[in-house]
Every structure is written in structure tokens, then in C-alpha cells.
């Protein structure tokens, strides 16, 4: 995976909810979140996948937007026709982002992002040296296998990634609504 999970989604969050989130967190925390999910943060990435296009055997990718990175590994997992085991804590994440989700009470991996992307390559090492050459956090979050299972590993459990429709958003969108 190339870029963080859920950065724009954690910005839009940051914008609606600045005074509710200024009750709870220090100013830096939600000046920091403001800033995710930019048009420059995405920039190396597609500057990475231009040239690895032509380098080296990337036989599927996804971006990772509104539906956050388990819909995206959904995407990634049909468009390459195969299952895989992702291992939850490798997959990057910046710290304002899970403690903005743990407030809201909304899965971080299910948020907005703009930028990142997920991908299988065989040269995963290769991959991640070169997007961390270019500023870009990068990590091998997991493994494909022939069997059709999807796979979300964490320390104490193994589940299955289903399909899914929403975006974390439109669970605070609508409960804030209702209330």
C-alpha cells in the first residue's frame, strides 16, 4: 500500500466537527488532520505509478477513495481474480486519524482517502524502497493465495473482508442527523 488510510476522510471530518473536536483534542491534532488528503500528497504516488507501469509487474491496483482501504482490497482482490491475508497493522495509518475514528466511533479503514493506492507486485520490496525515496509511506501490508479468501489478519483474530457499500462518513453523517 502506498499512502496513508483514511486521510481524506479524517480532513472532511476535521473541517464539519472542528469545534466539536476542539472540545476534545489539542489544536495540533486537528491542524495536522486539516492537512490530509491533498492533492500533494498524491502526486508522488502517481508519479511512482507511472514509472513502475513500465519497470516492473504490477498486475492489479485500486485506488483507495470513498469506501476507505477494505473496499478498495475488495476491488484490488476481484480485479485480480485471487484471494489474500492483509495484516491490519502494517497498513498505514497516521495517529490523528485512528484517534478522530476512535471519537467518532467509525472504522478507520472504511474512511475517504484521496491519493493512496493498493497493489499487488512481486516486487513489493522494490515498490516500497522507491516510494519512500519519494516521500511516500509505503508498507507490504500482506500476501495473495490462490484460495478466494479475503483475509483481514489482527493480533487476536482472522476475518473475512466483505464487500461493502459505505463509507465511515455516512455513518456520522446519518447519525448525526437522526440525533
Known sequence: MAGYAGGYGVSLLASRKKDELQSVFPTFLIRNALSFGTDAE???????????KK??????LAAVEQGGVFKALW???EEGHTGFSIEIKKIPIRQETVE?????????YRLWSKGPVVFFSK?????????KEKGVEAQIIGFTH???KRVVLSTDEERFLEPRLGDSLDEISGRKEEE
Not at 519497470?55 to 492489479?60: K, L, Q, S, T
Not at 478522530?100 to 478507520?108: A, G, L, Q, V
Not at 516486487?123 to 522507491?130: D, F, K, N, S, W
Open 146 to 148: 490462490k484460495e478466494n
Open 75 to 77: 476491488a484490488l482482490g
Open 100 to 108: 478522530i475514528c476512535n471519537y467518532f466511533d467509525i472504522n478507520p
Open 123 to 131: 516486487e513489493g520490496e522494490r515498490c516500497v524502497h522507491l516510494l
Open 55 to 60: 519497470e516492473m509487474e504490477i498486475p492489479a
Open 42 to 52: 498524491s502526486e508522488p504516488i502517481s508519479l511512482f505509478l507511472e514509472e513502475a
